[in-house]
């Protein structure tokens, strides 16, 4: 049904996680992952590894991209710029010999939401730069109007940040890879009602402990709660951030 690595759970965590909007910081920096909401979604997790529906392949990796064309993998949950690697594993139109479509990710029970986000870019100028200003012209264009906006999901399938860009024409029109489907405008509903998910200066540190953890609860079938609370008393000890209210050290 789709690929869930347990190498790299912690992509899938935060995807689920938004939905219910739950945090692994609060709103002050907080240690905050000993949440029901992160037991949800590990729950959610457990539940899906243990039913056999997943690959345990990671992204990126040969068997995951040769999924693209062929009927091995069913669906892949990851952020829109994943069109755009899909099209070029594909050869574009040419030697496709599968068939896409874009679907909204499910929602833990009826009515609730059906769109998260994944991710998000930058660009940099670096100190060593001979023409900053002629860079940061570019960036502004890239990232700050609706034509390099828009320009770049043409051509790579990169979600704008831009918001005013949604409203662009260019959302309206159907995509021939996916057989004229609407994706652009899929994907532009309701991107305004994803929770805002708390991001530290040491978010990079604290994925990569995230993904061990989740890696051995998986793999060792450990306690769901035991994980979580050694999980945040690691974090709090690592990182020397506090943790809310109730949590275990």
């Known amino acids: 049904m789709l690929p869930l690595a347990k190498s790299q759970l912690q992509v899938m965590y935060e995807i689920l996680l938004q939905q219910l909007n739950g945090q692994v910081f609060d709103a002050n920096g907080r240690i905050a992952i000993d949440s029901p909401q992160s037991r949800r979604v590990l729950e959610l997790i457990r ?9 345990d392949v990671e992204t990126f990796t040969h068997d995951y991209l040769a999924g693209f064309n062929a009927d091995t993998i069913a669906t892949y949950p990851l952020a829109v710029w994943l069109g755009g690697t899909i099209k070029d594993t594909t050869g574009e139109y040419g030697s496709m010999k599968t068939e896409w479509r874009v679907l909204r990710i499910p929602a833990f029970e009826r009515g609730g939401l059906r769109v998260s986000n994944l991710g998000g870019s930058t660009l940099a100028i670096p100190d060593q ?29 990169l979600f704008p940040a831009f918001l005013p860009a949604l409203k ?27 929770p805002v998910l708390n991001r530290t200066s040491d978010w990079v540190e604290t994925n990569i402990y995230l993904g061990q953890s989740f890696s051995a609860w998986a793999v060792e079938h ?4 035991e994980m979580l609370k050694t999980l945040a008393g690691k974090l709090h000890r690592r990182l020397g951030r506090e943790l809310v209210e109730g949590a275990a050290r």
């Not at 029109?173 to 305004?192: E, H, M, N, P, W």
């Not at 450990?222 to 709660?225: E, F, K, V």
């Open 222 to 225: 450990a306690d769901t709660d």
């Open 47 to 55: 539940k899906m590894l243990d039913a056999g529906i997943c690959t």
């Open 129 to 157: 730069c001979e023409n900053k200003e002629a860079a940061w012209a570019f960036i502004e264009y890239a990232l700050c109007t609706r034509e390099g906006q828009v320009a770049q999901y043409a051509n790579f399938d």
């Open 168 to 194: 662009d024409p260019f959302f309206e029109q159907g995509d021939a890879f996916y057989s004229g489907q609407k994706v652009r405008q899929l994907f532009a509903t309701d991107v305004d009602r994803i």
